[in-house]
């Protein structure tokens, strides 16, 4: 069976992504995650955003597809106009297959008005609505939970039913909330990226978060 790995971070030569990858014995380069795909039969896999919007920016291996990020870097010093003229330009690049929202870093919920462009755009071309929910990888950029929690996405997909959103990382740890947004909202799914991260032993994690486990698979039956 080929996979498609739908939620990925790359960005090679960052000092910042390095340190993550070593502190989990990998390397954060092109030849190491390409060999990583071939031994694990991934075929594809589509990288969540963290540059600048510039296009030069986003220039990746034939392995990889993108969705353009909107994260804790956007909206500031300049006008909204901007975002969603860049957003435009990725959006026609034929290896731009969505957009990635990052609420809980940029302090707007994913029904507030100054998304409605971004939106709109996402209509427009036909491209999916990726959504950072849950739990924030750092509070380095101030960031606040009650952006990131996955009912937030149930008033967004009834405002906007033609677009297909996905809920990123299953809204963890509010698995129950987002489990109930996912079942009444047939234009929301929901990855589980995430939900493990960093080094660990998979057998001593499987033992000491069995209750964990249990729970996240209640939800997602």
């Not at 031994?39 to 540059?51: R, T």
């Not at 026609?92 to 609420?103: A, F, M, S």
């Not at 427009?124 to 990888?137: E, L, W």
């Amino acid at each position: 069976m080929k996979i498609i790995d739908g939620h990925i971070h790359f960005r090679p030569e960052n000092e910042d992504f390095t340190q993550v990858a070593q502190a989990s014995g990998h390397q954060n380069s092109e030849k190491y995650i390409r060999e990583i795909f071939q031994s694990n039969n991934i075929c594809h896999g589509i990288v969540m955003g963290n540059f600048e919007l510039d296009v030069e920016n986003h220039i990746y291996p034939d392995f990889l597809s993108y969705c353009v990020g909107l994260d804790s870097n956007a909206f500031k010093e300049k006008p909204i106009s901007y975002f969603v003229e860049m957003v435009e330009k990725h959006f026609k690049r034929d290896n731009c297959v969505g957009i990635k929202l990052y609420p809980g870093y940029t302090h707007f919920y994913v029904y507030d008005e100054m998304y409605e462009p971004f939106y709109c755009l996402a209509e427009k071309y036909n491209k999916p609505v990726a959504i950072h929910t849950g739990a924030v990888a750092s509070t380095k950029a101030g960031s606040l939970l009650k952006y990131s929690h996955p009912l937030t996405l149930d008033e967004l997909a009834v405002k906007h039913p033609d677009i297909q959103f996905i809920m990123c990382h299953f809204g963890n740890p509010w698995l129950c909330d987002a489990a109930a947004v996912v079942e009444k909202n047939k234009n929301v799914a929901a990855d589980i990226s995430g939900i493990l991260e960093g080094n660990f032993n998979v057998d001593v994690f499987w033992k000491e978060s069995q209750s964990y486990i249990t729970m996240l698979r209640t939800w997602l039956d």
